[in-house]
């Protein structure tokens, strides 16, 4: 894993977040280091997917699903998120970058907290919990780091259907 100040903090307040969990998870998205050693650090059994999450939605031995930073990356996140009912829990995170973030360009969707318990709501889940997590940059070197410095945070979401 990185081992930078930002993803370690980030690692330690995202398994504050998450409930005791004994069973195999699922990570939604490709594989990378920071699910990985999440569910080292919970000891869980760590599995992720390997396709496109916008199309091969089939994931139903799996009682919690991780999807992390992967919401804003999808077309269409009400489809991914009716798809994903047979699951008891998902744990969800995603970053909201303000309008003077001036757009990701592989962000498809960008949701202000209320439009995006709208989308939950929609999607028929339940929010057990939720949380936004601030992460300090520290980076004053130009327009957009400082902008990032200021609004570096995550929505964190345990839904239930």
């Known amino acids: ?4 100040f930002v993803n370690i903090k980030r690692l330690k307040n995202t398994i504050k977040f998450i409930d005791k969990i004994e069973e195999p998870i699922l990570c939604i998205g490709k594989e990378n280091p920071f699910d990985r050693e999440l569910c080292k650090k919970l000891g ?3 599995n992720y997917t390997a396709t496109d999450a916008d199309f091969d939605i089939k994931y139903y031995d799996f009682k919690t699903i ?3 930073d992967v919401i804003e990356y999808l077309m269409n996140p009400l489809l ?3 798809n ?9 995170c995603y970053q909201y970058n303000p309008i003077i973030y001036f757009w990701s360009k592989s962000h498809f969707v960008e ?3 209320k439009s995006f318990k709208k989308l939950l709501e929609k999607a028929g889940y339940k929010i057990c919990k939720y949380e936004r997590i ?3 940059t520290l980076n004053f070197k ?12 995550r929505y964190y979401y345990k839904l239930r259907i």
């Open 66 to 68: 991780f999807c992390f």
């Open 84 to 92: 994903n009912k047979s699951c008891n829990i998902i744990y969800l």
């Open 1 to 4: 894993m990185e081992h930078c």
């Open 44 to 46: 869980v059994e760590y």
């Open 142 to 153: 130009g327009i957009r780091p400082v902008i990032r410095t200021l609004t570096n945070s």
């Open 134 to 136: 601030w992460f300090e």
């Open 111 to 113: 949701y202000p907290k």
């Open 80 to 82: 991914f998120l009716i």
